[in-house]
């Protein structure tokens, strides 16, 4: 009685497990609308008006471009910069390995 209890109990989960994933599948009579080509017109954003942009070279760049603040530094005086960011990045790094090695 109990094999056949536990045989009908599988039955109903694979029967309802393939029901369940029925419901996910996608439909197989979807109709689709035939691809159509339609005469599109160029979008002329930012007041381009069908010509190209000018290509941007060294000569065309303007003189006045955007620049932070470490742009106009020099390296000897980014380097404290550099040396901060990377004691941040490392200093966890250590005081874990300190953490660990005094929990022993």
Known sequence: MMRQTSLLATLL???LSVASVG?????????RRPAVSSPTTPLHMFGEEGEEPKKLTRDS????????????????????????????????????????????
């Open 61 to 104: 760049e303007p003189e006045e471009y955007f620049s932070s603040n470490m742009d106009k530094m020099s390296d000897g005086e980014k380097l404290p910069v550099a040396l901060a960011g990377l004691a941040f990045v490392s200093l966890p790094f250590i005081a874990g390995l300190i953490a660990l090695y005094a929990a022993k």
């Open 13 to 15: 989960v694979a029967l």
């Open 23 to 31: 419901a996910f599948a996608p439909a197989t009579s979807v109709s």
